[in-house]
T-cell receptor, first 115, second 112 residues
């Protein structure tokens, strides 16, 4: 079944460590996104990519970097993790289409705790 | 700054009633609007999208859009306990290249 997967699903790390969250998709979608979700703040866009050679900053990119290794893979890195990066991280994908028909499909999420 | 506002709730309705969820947005050039449902600990999933003024129905769900008032709503008829979740309103700005701005969500509780 075509899907969006994220690894790891849960991660505990320490302040100052570099970590990578990975996203893979078998949907064949060109567009991929990284969001974080915090209680009371909703979903906020970190980075997005419309194809392999296209990377764009979202609303809250500071402290994060991304790599689009292939159409199907989009990784998010925290260069030096800090406690306020503790959050639930979602990867999403979409296929370009009419404005009201372009659906974003979300992965299961990675729960990150920075101590 | 583009904003999407939702009442955080919780909104509590009895089983079988109509649940009404509301969302307002700040930018008049917004083009398309989406409602996502998110169960606790799970990822968001799309319920409805709407592009034109008026109503759009899909089963027990009806999305309503009023661009003049910058208002979009979701009605859930015959609410079931399984509808208990957080409902996220999302607005796309900037056409097909635009990204989604999400509201903070409204938590709905349907009581048996």
């Amino acid at each position: 079944d075509a899907d969006v997967t994220q690894t790891p699903r849960n991660r505990i790390t320490k302040t100052g460590k570099r970590i990578m969250l990975e996203c893979s998709q078998t949907k064949g979608h060109d567009r991929m996104y990284w969001y974080r979700q915090d209680p009371g703040l909703g979903l906020r866009l970190i980075y997005y990519s419309f194809d392999v050679k296209d990377i764009n900053k979202g609303e809250i990119s500071d402290g994060y970097s991304v790599s689009r290794q292939a159409q199907a893979k989009f990784s998010l890195s925290l260069e030096s993790a800090i406690p306020n990066q503790t959050a639930l991280y979602f990867c999403a994908t979409s296929l370009p289409g009419a404005p009201d028909q372009e659906t974003q499909y979300f992965g299961p999420g990675t729960r990150l705790l920075v101590l | 700054q583009k904003e999407v506002e939702q009442n955080s709730g919780p909104l509590s309705v009895p089983e079988g009633a109509i649940a009404s969820l509301n969302c307002t947005y700040s930018d008049r050039v917004s083009q398309s609007f989406f409602w996502y449902r998110q169960y606790s600990g799970k990822s968001p999933e799309l319920i409805m999208s709407i592009y034109s003024n008026g109503d759009k129905e899909d089963g027990r769900f009806t999305a309503q859009l009023n661009k003049a008032s910058q208002y979009v709503s979701l009605l859930i008829r015959d609410s079931q306990p399984s509808d208990s979740a957080t409902y996220l309103c999302a607005v796309r700005y900037g056409g097909s290249q635009g990204n989604l701005i999400f509201g903070k969500g409204t938590k709905l509780s349907v009581k048996p």
